[in-house]
């Protein structure tokens, strides 16, 4: 009996084929949020908009993981990170 251990690659990427190395290090959403500080509602809505967040493996209809790697480098990436000049200052008075 085989089992399928390709996820489904979130924001556009290809399937990526994963190891039981990988499997050790999956989160859950609640896991995910809870190591970036965000909820667990910011993390579905990065999902469903395609927006600023970290890449994601989607099993069957429902099991949404992320490896413990990804959540790392995407908080690495985001260090220095500083939002975009609108250009729109406040009025002082």
Known sequence: MSTDTTGRA???ESR???DS???GNMLNTA???YLLHVS???LRDARRRKHDGPPWYWFGQRTIRYRREDIENYMKER???TPPDY???PAQD
Do not use: S, V, Y
Request: avoid cysteine.
């Open 40 to 42: 667990h509602d910011w």
């Open 10 to 12: 979130g924001r556009g």
């Open 31 to 33: 896991q995910a949020a």
């Open 79 to 81: 260090l220095n990170w």
């Open 87 to 89: 250009g729109d200052e």
């Open 21 to 23: 190395k990988t499997f």
């Open 16 to 18: 990526t084929p994963l």
